[in-house]
């Protein structure tokens, strides 16, 4: 019986050393482990573009202190390193030219090919690391699963026609997935 090689375990620091991926191929850390990721299809770079520049104007109209950041490194732990397709960071100690160090205050993914790294493992991921809002939205099904970690471990369900309110902007903000698809 011949035994299956053990995976090698990386912490984030050996993970940022390695050369970059070859072109197209887009990997993740979790916990020591290398990842790779599907590339993301029209649709998904569609909404989170949109959703991205929506997001900035809301933050800017209102002078906030938080950044959004579109597919940026985010070192979660010693060992986990996430490339959220959406983040909202409030501190702004956690960020540098490179990269968030912790977790950002609110992450939206949008699911493509990589179904079950989103809706499992990035979910339990963003729930240890102390993420406050993460929103899973899903082209396939036009819906929005929004979880609210400070409140529950369950999601709020939203249709793409649905206001969304984000909940760490105290509702000031809503967004329609429907208006970023127009």
């Known amino acids: 019986m011949t035994a299956v090689p053990k995976p090698q375990y990386y912490t984030a620091e050996e993970y940022f050393a390695l050369p970059d991926a070859p072109e197209g191929v887009i990997t993740e850390l979790h916990e020591g482990e290398i990842v790779a990721l599907a590339r993301p299809t029209r649709m998904h770079q569609r909404i989170a573009s949109r959703l991205f520049a929506q997001i900035d104007s809301f933050i800017r109209s209102n002078h906030g202190r938080c950044s959004v950041d579109q597919e940026i490194d985010v070192k979660l732990t010693e060992d986990t390193v996430v490339v959220p397709d959406v983040s909202v960071t409030c501190d702004p100690s956690k960020l540098d030219e490179k990269r968030c160090n912790g ?47 400070e409140r529950s471990d369950l999601p709020d369900i939203y249709t793409f026609d649905t206001p969304i309110p984000v909940g760490i902007y105290d509702k000031a903000l809503s967004i329609r997935i429907a208006d970023l698809l127009a």
């Open 103 to 149: 977790a950002p205050d609110w992450v939206v993914e949008i699911l493509s090919t990589n179904r079950s790294n989103d809706l499992i493992e990035k979910l339990a991921l963003y729930q240890k690391a102390g993420v406050r809002e993460y929103w899973i939205v899903d082209p396939k099904s036009e819906k929005t699963l929004v979880y609210f970690f």
